[in-house]
T-cell receptor, first 110, second 113 residues
Framework: GQNIDQPTEMTATEGAIVQINCTYQ??????LFWYQQHAGEAPTFLSY????GLEEKGRFSSFLSRSKGYSYLLLKELQMKDSASYLC???????????FGTGTRLTVIP | DVKVTQSSRYLVKRTGEKVFLECVQD?????MFWYRQDPGLGLRLIYF???????EKGDIPEGYSVSREKKERFSLILESASTNQTSMYLC????????????FGPGTRLTVT
């Protein structure tokens, strides 16, 4: 299998910034995804990184360092609705399937 | 928008029953996937299909089979349900090439008693 590690839980304050880290060890790496999943709902796509660097999309940004096997998701100006699980997933080679980490449950408090 | 639907949100079955979970997507995607999601274990791939009548085993295929007779529909079959198959089952679909993201259905929470 693939080694994909994320913190299990995080708590942050409304209006603050939070960084959720993901490390991976895999051969044939060909991209990293972040998904958001609210309790009882389907995961929804947030971002995709295949090259090193930062991709910004509104309040959310995702960073990748392939040499370090490391990614993070940065959430700015946190809102209560950002309370959810955030899933990191790795794509290998030309594969159609993804390998998911166990997810990080983020709780935003007032 | 891509829409992936699953036949049931909640399902309760007895041990030994044959269970069918259905998934339908409306975007003409070639690839479809079945995952199960358990606390502390994340999403694990059971089976996927890259074309009609084609399938490949994922990480945990034991106790499951699949069927893809039409492009838009992918079925997961539990031949003889067991209590350790109590889980959330998520279906996803994806086209070929970019974009590479998978689109998920709302999930079926299956309880086997």
């Amino acid at each position: 299998g693939q080694n994909i590690d994320q913190p299990t839980e995080m708590t942050a304050t409304e209006g603050a910034i939070v960084q959720i880290n993901c490390t991976y060890q895999t051969s044939g790496f060909n991209g990293l995804f972040w998904y958001q999943q609210h309790a009882g709902e389907a995961p929804t796509f947030l971002s995709y990184n295949v090259l090193d660097g930062l991709e910004e999309k509104g309040r959310f940004s995702s960073f990748l360092s392939r040499s370090k096997g490391y990614s993070y998701l940065l959430l700015k100006e946190l809102q209560m609705k950002d309370s959810a699980s955030y899933l990191c997933a790795v794509r290998k080679g030309g594969a159609n399937n993804l390998f998911f980490g166990t997810g990080t449950r983020l709780t935003v408090i007032p | 928008d891509v829409k992936v639907t699953q036949s049931s949100r909640y399902l309760v079955k007895r041990t030994g029953e044959k269970v069918f979970l259905e998934c339908v997507q409306d975007m003409d995607h070639e690839n479809m996937f079945w995952y199960r999601q358990d606390p502390g274990l994340g999403l694990r791939l059971i089976y996927f299909s890259y074309d009609v009548k084609m399938k490949e085993k994922g990480d945990i295929p034991e106790g499951y089979s699949v069927s893809r007779e039409k492009k838009e529909r992918f079925s997961l079959i539990l031949e003889s349900a067991s209590t350790n198959q109590t889980s959330m089952y998520l279906c996803a679909s994806k086209g070929t090439g970019t974009p590479y993201e998978q689109y998920f259905g709302p999930g079926t929470r299956l309880t086997v008693t």
